[in-house]
């Protein structure tokens, strides 16, 4: 085992060439055992899905490699919809309800990272409180009663523009945005400066407190962007909006490389955990037509692939 | 000194000691948990003299027992700095692998053996765990949030999506039966309670659990095994949580595939405002027990103040605050007191 893990870091072991193999992998099995699963009209199909997490990856990856983590994103998602479907409920413009979602979600962010920065609260306690919080604000201001339907002049986002979901639209600058920042600015260096080594950071004169503050508002934003993409898809504004979704954001930005104790990780790695992620659960649905092996298989992921991480990256200790 | 600053104490200065007072209260948590406690127990019975009826306190302490129960092993781990969410799921797994033994429309199982095997895979449960924690060396919020959400899966499935009923009474006397008038959950509730302060306080493993928490680096200097605790622990929460589903199994007589859903969530936050602190090291099981007793009393006191069937609703963004407002309480008291403690 010992030997072998050497011998894949000397043949410069990416976990990308791993997560490329495994996808392929996938591809080919699925293709076997189901060849309409890999048409490319399925795919389009079922690629709907992918987008809302791929956006809430991207924060998500950042928050991580700062050694934090954000449970709060599904809760957040629910905020955002549950404000933008009662206010547009109560006569608000359909303009002014998106902006008070997109606003009520960055204060929901700017909450967790004041908690985290300021306050300095672990950031697992606080967005776990947060996630009971916000979804509970949620539930109990819409009485657990969806807001349907929506006006035409919006659930037209749901749809795509130049043959591309707008949300892929989205997704696609975001990322690219997200990449730069990450890789070419010295603030996107900083963020593994603070992951690597915190105190360190703050010594050399870091902005460590606003970094941190920035990100999770960053978070709660993007969670309000993905509120609006998913009421527009499902021309419906529920409570239940973004359940359970922070576990599979953080499984994709865990399998995708980036390390859960901060200081390492990208955003090719992420976009890469999120389609194997994204396949793995479309085609258990597909074939086995099951959701509840899909939580089996999800968790188990999350679990394995930071096991394999430890027992590949961290042989020696 | 003191009879000076009270004869002539400018209004500031009293400011300044009633806000030292509240500190004060803050700090030892326990004070404050038992002057909210009454502060609700006085508003709720003025509102409603009901409340004060004594099937209704049993009801509470009823609701707080197999909550308090899984609280006692997850204080534990919060003690050695680890984390577990898994306990939810993990008592819905437990819930549907008691009925599937012990239902008499399902095998119908000798009750006893059920109940054993209930215990044991709880135990079994949480001791892979603690081994993914300790040997795998993966954090425990990933090892237990991956749980969390496996174990929903297997329990849907091995359940089918159908509630599973008729209980034999061996089970049901172990969430409604009483011996000499005192309700048998509450007494086992009551056992859990005593065994936890006992390892806490009076064994070595308990100081163990505390030096642990407190530095981990140093405790490993000192020879003491880390992994071996925290395989303790995990493995007493999985048992516990057991013993939690027998208690509330016995009282519903009902098995459904969503049973135990958020319970981590209500839990946690027992932990959190009973005073434990998230990084370990510093908590005490009667601020837990207390806690547990007043986030168990708010949800009753949501509906004794006939705030309609929508109040309910509210019940986590409560449970959200609650830990809120105990970190932020945590950190003035703290930072009012200098550094650390």
Same mark, same amino acid.
């Given at each position: 085992m010992r030997a072998l893990t050497a011998k894949l870091k000397t043949a410069g072991w990416r976990q990308e060439y791993v997560l490329v193999m495994l996808l392929v992998v996938l591809i080919g099995v699925a293709g076997a055992l189901d060849p309409t699963f890999v048409t490319a009209r399925a795919q389009l199909k079922l690629s709907e899905n992918i987008w809302g997490l791929a956006i809430l990856a991207l924060p998500m990856t950042m928050i991580i490699i700062t050694a934090g983590i954000d449970l709060s994103v599904g809760s957040t998602v629910a905020l955002a919809t549950v404000t933008f479907g009662l206010s547009w409920h109560q006569g608000v413009p359909v303009w002014?309800? %998106?902006?008070?979602?997109?606003?009520?979600?960055? %204060?929901?962010?700017?909450?967790?990272g004041f908690l985290v920065s300021k306050v300095k609260v672990h950031p697992l306690i606080v967005t776990l409180a947060t996630l009971a919080a916000f979804r509970g604000i949620a539930e109990g201001a819409s009485k657990g009663k969806p807001v349907t339907p929506l006006p035409d002049a919006f659930t037209q986002f749901g749809d795509t523009f130049a043959g591309i979901p707008v949300a892929a639209w989205v997704f696609a600058v975001l990322a690219i945005v997200c990449a730069l920042f990450l890789g070419r600015?010295?603030?996107?260096?900083?963020?593994? %400066?603070?992951?690597?080594?915190?105190?360190?950071?703050?010594?050399?004169?870091?902005?460590?407190?606003?970094?941190?503050?920035?990100?999770?508002?960053?978070?709660?934003?993007?969670?309000?962007?993905?509120?609006?993409?998913?009421?527009?898809?499902?021309?419906?504004?529920?409570?239940?909006?973004?359940?359970?979704?922070?576990?599979?954001?953080?499984?994709?930005?865990?399998?995708?490389?980036?390390?859960?104790?901060?200081?390492?990780?990208?955003?090719?790695?992420?976009?890469?955990?999120?389609?194997?992620?994204?396949?793995?659960?479309?085609?258990?649905?597909?074939?086995?037509?099951?959701?509840?092996?899909?939580?089996?298989?999800?968790?188990?992921?999350?679990v394995a692939s930071v096991l394999a991480h430890r027992l590949l990256r961290f042989g020696k200790k | 000194m003191s009879t000076l600053s009270t004869v002539d104490s400018p209004p500031a200065g009293r400011l300044r000691r009633f806000a030292d007072g509240l500190l004060v209260l803050a700090r030892s948590r326990e004070y404050g948990l038992l002057l909210l406690i009454a502060l609700t127990v006085v508003t709720v019975s003025i509102k409603s003299p009901d409340f004060l009826d004594l099937g209704n306190l049993r009801d509470i302490l009823e609701q707080a027992a197999p909550v308090v129960v899984i609280a006692c092993g997850v204080m534990l781990v919060v003690l050695t700095g680890e984390i577990d969410i898994s306990v939810g799921s993990l008592m819905g797994l437990l819930a549907a692998l008691l009925a599937l033994l012990a239902s008499a429309d399902r095998c119908a199982w000798h009750p006893a053996v059920a109940i054993l095997f209930v215990l044991l895979a709880g135990a079994a449960v949480g001791a892979c765990t603690g081994l993914m924690v300790t040997i795998g060396r993966v954090p425990s919020i990933i090892v237990t949030l991956g749980m969390l959400t496996a174990l929903r899966g297997v329990t849907i499935l091995t359940m089918g999506g159908e509630n599973i009923k008729n209980f034999p009474a061996m089970v049901r006397f172990l969430g409604t039966g009483e011996v000499l008038g005192l309700p048998v959950d509450i007494g086992v509730a009551a056992a859990v309670v005593i065994l936890t302060g006992f390892i806490l306080v009076l064994t070595p493993l308990g100081r163990r659990i505390f030096a642990l928490g407190s530095n981990p680096h140093a405790s490993e200097l000192i020879g003491l095994s880390e992994r071996t605790i925290k395989l303790f622990v995990f493995a007493y929460t999985g048992f516990l949580t057991g013993v939690a589903t027998l208690l509330a199994v016995g009282k519903l007589g009902n098995v459904a595939p969503s049973m135990g859903k958020g319970r981590e969530l209500l839990v946690v936050t027992c932990v959190v405002v009973g005073g434990v602190s998230i990084s370990g090291g510093r908590g005490k099981l009667r601020g837990v027990v207390l806690a547990v007793l007043l986030m168990v009393m708010m949800r009753t006191v949501l509906t004794f103040m006939e705030m309609g069937p929508e109040a309910t609703k509210w019940e986590r963004a409560i449970q959200g605050a609650f830990i809120l407002l105990a970190v932020v309480v945590d950190h003035l008291a703290s930072r009012h007191h200098g550094s650390g403690r």
């Open positions: 002014g309800a %998106a902006l008070l979602a997109l606003g009520v979600a960055t %204060a929901a962010g700017a909450l967790n600015t010295p603030n996107g260096r900083f963020v593994y %400066a603070i992951g690597h080594n915190e105190r360190g950071a703050r010594f050399s004169g870091i902005a460590v407190d606003r970094i941190l503050f920035l990100l999770y508002s960053l978070s709660g934003l993007l969670a309000g962007v993905v509120a609006l993409l998913y009421a527009a898809r499902r021309n419906t504004a529920s409570p239940e909006a973004g359940m359970g979704n922070e576990l599979d954001v953080i499984t994709a930005v865990v399998i995708g490389g980036t390390s859960i104790y901060g200081g390492r990780g990208n955003i090719v790695g992420t976009c890469l955990g999120i389609l194997l992620i994204h396949e793995t659960r479309e085609f258990v649905r597909w074939y086995w037509s099951s959701d509840e092996l899909n939580l089996i298989v999800v968790g188990s992921l999350l | -």
